[in-house]
């Protein structure tokens, strides 16, 4: 007849390793990125896209959720929101958003008004947002690009945020590095960019 005594003894060590490890990835810190093409992996694999390399990177320590997709705006980043918030529970958020606004030449005021609205949601999630610089190519006009890229850092000292430089600006000096359409980084500037964000994510997220 089995003896559960001798079973549970010999199963408990095993049993209580599983929990702290689920435990532990429960209290796991998050970074998710809230952002578009740019750092969705335009025309790439999730895998190859720069936060999937800087989640391999960290090894998970923060672990970092790719919550991009192509084509969104700030209002389509604002309405998903919620249930990636809900469903992620993250410490931080980097907001990438507002490019494809710019490129489509909506309203600076419209744009900053969304993006205000991103930052109020993630900060009544106890979440700490920060707020990624965007910049258009200069063929859209010095006055509107101009107020364009000003929404950044008057919403990061409105909000006492951090601002985190456009990483497309050091990209766009490497023509090797970006696809045909001249907007978008090819695979091959991902691990760059990984880098890049990496060193100036980490005094962000990793204080303690």
Same mark, same amino acid.
């Given at each position: 007849?089995m003896n559960f005594n001798n079973v549970f003894r010999w199963?408990?060590?095993?049993?209580?390793?599983?929990?702290?490890?689920?435990?532990?990835?429960?209290?796991?810190?998050t970074l998710m990125v809230l952002g578009d093409s740019l $750092?969705?992996?335009?025309?790439?694999?999730?895998? +190859?896209?720069? @936060? %999937? !390399? *800087?989640?391999?990177?960290?090894? =998970?320590?923060?672990?970092?959720?790719?919550?991009?997709? $192509?084509?969104?705006?700030?209002?389509?980043?604002? +309405?998903?929101? @919620? %249930? !990636? *918030?809900?469903?992620?529970?993250? =410490?931080?958020?980097?907001?990438?958003?507002?490019?494809?606004?710019?490129?489509?030449?909506?309203?600076?005021? +419209?744009?900053?008004?969304? !993006?205000?609205?991103?930052?109020?949601?993630?900060?009544?999630?106890?979440?700490?947002?920060?707020?990624?610089?965007?910049?258009?190519?200069?063929?859209?006009?010095?006055?509107?690009?101009?107020?364009?890229?000003?929404?950044?850092?008057?919403?990061?000292?409105?909000?006492?945020?951090?601002?985190?430089?456009?990483?497309?600006?050091?990209?766009?000096?490497?023509?090797?590095?970006?696809?045909?359409?001249?907007?978008?980084?090819?695979?091959?500037?991902?691990?760059?960019?990984?880098?890049?964000?990496?060193?100036?994510?980490?005094?962000?997220?990793?204080?303690?």
């Open positions: 007849m199963h408990y060590p095993f049993l209580l390793l599983c929990l702290l490890l689920v435990s532990r990835l429960a209290a796991a810190d $750092s969705a992996g335009y025309r790439m694999s999730a895998s +190859a896209a720069w @936060p %999937s !390399l *800087l989640n391999k990177q960290w090894q =998970q320590q923060p672990r970092v959720i790719n919550a991009s997709i $192509s084509g969104d705006t700030a209002a389509q980043g604002l +309405a998903r929101l @919620p %249930s !990636l *918030l809900k469903q992620h529970q993250p =410490q931080w958020v980097l907001i990438e958003l507002g490019g494809n606004d710019g490129l489509r030449g909506f309203p600076p005021d +419209a744009i900053a008004l969304n !993006l205000r609205k991103v930052i109020d949601d993630v900060k009544a999630a106890n979440a700490k947002p920060l707020l990624m610089q965007i910049r258009l190519p200069a063929n859209y006009g010095r006055r509107y690009t101009e107020a364009f890229s000003g929404i950044y850092p008057d919403l990061a000292q409105q909000y006492n945020i951090p601002l985190v430089p456009f990483f497309m600006e050091q990209v766009y000096l490497k023509p090797e590095w970006m696809q045909q359409d001249g907007i978008h980084p090819n695979p091959d500037a991902q691990p760059f960019i990984a880098n890049l964000m990496a060193k100036e994510l980490a005094p962000l997220v990793k204080q303690q």
